[in-house]
């Protein structure tokens, strides 16, 4: 093909909102053996093998992308173009054993370590929140002292399920602590409620000094001011990561997922609470459980890569 001829089609193709081929917010893709710096990157990781309800989440990855088209870079509320400054890129999606969780693992801690070598803080889109913890493994490896913000309506730290299983997508934050990756009092949890097996389910939490905001507290004006001060005074100028479950956001606003709990944060509520942490120094961040199955018209994905993208601007900030 001639030379004019090929720019031609490459114009014909290129990245818009509805055309091209779908990578997060029209991102170039990463190509593993180019060289270069990379800033930020984009990574799917597709695995929901470990969950305790409802499956799907593995299709996350996709969906968010899908509903990414018409992502746009500047956000006039942090005023920071995400990506103008970054070398950012769609890392693609990690090829993830289902079958075998301890190999899965080991894949994603693999990926993570790649990027990181490669320069980047990563934005995993998920997966279920299992993978939280191969990602925290990881990632404390180059960011010691983390601390971590976790949007959910569940503490994720349980002991193990019914059967014995001891890594699950409930058990992620509390085998985080327990293997030294985060320290508890490095835990900072919002939209936490809803019911759950006995009061004494929260005994760890509060012994690995977890701080939590309910749904209450998110209400209370003052008692929010008081919790998101204190995550400024514990981070410091320290590396944060931000992990957000999806169903931490009331299922009126996020039905696509496996989990769903009643009574959450709205969309705004929490992206409200995001943009105030701005200026801590967010190294990565991910936006796990959505489950496209369970969505409708598309509502939770398009949520989880506004999400993501929120993710990206706090990186971008403090990167600046
Ligand atoms: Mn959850
Ligand atoms: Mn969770």
């Given at each position: 093909m001639a030379k004019d001829d090929e720019s031609h089609f490459n114009h014909l193709t290129s990245q818009t909102a509805i055309a091209g081929i779908r990578t997060f917010s029209r991102l170039p893709t990463l190509v593993s053996d180019e060289?270069?710096?990379?800033?930020?990157?984009?990574?799917?990781?597709?695995?929901?093998?470990?969950?305790?309800?409802?499956?799907?989440?593995?299709?996350?990855?996709?969906?968010?992308?899908?509903?990414?088209?018409?992502?746009?870079?500047?956000?006039?509320?942090?005023?920071?173009?995400?990506?103008?400054?970054?070398?950012?890129?769609?890392?693609?999606?990690?090829?993830?054993?289902?079958?075998?969780f301890n190999e899965a693992f080991r894949q994603i801690g693999d990926g993570i370590r790649f990027l990181h070598?490669?320069?980047?803080?990563?934005?995993?889109?998920?997966?279920?929140?299992?993978?939280?913890?191969?990602?925290?493994?990881?990632?404390?490896?180059?960011?010691?002292?983390?601390?971590?913000?976790?949007?959910?309506?569940?503490?994720?730290?349980?002991?193990?399920?019914?059967?014995?299983?001891?890594?699950?997508?409930?058990?992620?934050?509390?085998?985080?602590?327990?293997?030294?990756?985060?320290?508890?009092?490095?835990?900072?949890?919002?939209?936490?409620?809803?019911?759950?097996?006995?009061a004494e389910y929260n005994d760890f939490s509060r012994q690995a000094g977890i701080r939590v905001l309910g749904m209450q507290g998110v209400h209370n004006d003052r008692e929010r001011a008081v919790f998101l001060e204190t995550i400024r005074e514990v981070a410091g100028d320290g590396p944060c990561y931000l992990t957000f479950d999806v169903d931490g956001i009331d299922p009126a606003f996020a039905p696509g997922t496996g989990t769903p709990v009643v009574g959450g944060l709205t969309s705004f509520e929490a992206i409200d609470i995001m943009r105030s942490l701005r200026g801590l120094r967010f190294i990565g961040g991910d936006v796990v459980e959505v489950a496209p199955a369970y969505d409708h018209s598309e509502i939770t994905a398009l949520l989880g890569a506004a999400l993501a993208l929120e993710i990206g601007a706090l990186i971008s900030i403090a990167r600046q």
């Open positions: 060289n270069g710096d990379v800033d930020l990157a984009v990574l799917g990781i597709p695995f929901d093998s470990l969950v305790t309800f409802r499956p799907g989440a593995r299709l996350g990855p996709n969906a968010i992308r899908q509903a990414s088209g018409l992502c746009r870079n500047y956000s006039q509320q942090m005023e920071v173009d995400v990506f103008d400054r970054l070398r950012a890129f769609d890392a693609g999606d990690l090829a993830v054993n289902p079958f075998d070598r490669r320069g980047a803080s990563v934005v995993v889109l998920g997966g279920d929140h299992s993978i939280l913890l191969p990602i925290l493994r990881a990632t404390s490896e180059k960011y010691p002292g983390l601390t971590l913000v976790q949007f959910d309506a569940h503490s994720d730290t349980s002991d193990e399920s019914a059967s014995g299983q001891r890594f699950h997508h409930g058990t992620s934050v509390r085998r985080a602590i327990d293997e030294g990756v985060v320290e508890g009092s490095r835990v900072f949890q919002i939209g936490i409620r809803g019911f759950i097996e006995s």
